[in-house]
């Protein structure tokens, strides 16, 4: 149930300039903080961990939206690789 919470909010995402922005500010430097973009997304209504986030966003795809193309086109890298060892931290 939590991945399909996670693409629901990629979606909704994709969908909404303001959510893209607030979603924007958790990703800097070629990382993204999975566990923020989890939070903001228990925020709008969707509820999913930080390792169903990392497991949509890494999930191959065809298509990228307009947002998710800006933020690689800006130098970050989707989605970095990080290992998850249970406690919830991921590991690099």
Do not use: W
Not at 20 to 29: F, L
């Amino acid at each position: 149930m939590s991945i399909q919470a996670a693409q629901a909010f990629r979606q909704q995402t994709s969908a909404s300039p303001a959510l893209q922005a607030e979603v924007a500010r958790h990703v800097s430097n070629g990382s993204i903080d999975y566990a923020a973009l989890a939070e903001l997304g228990r925020k709008h209504g969707h509820d999913f961990t930080a390792e169903d986030a990392v497991t949509v966003l890494s999930a191959p795809s065809d298509e990228l939206s307009d947002f998710e193309m800006e933020l690689v086109s800006g130098g970050t890298c989707m989605p970095p690789q990080r290992k998850f060892d249970g406690s919830g931290i991921g590991r690099g």
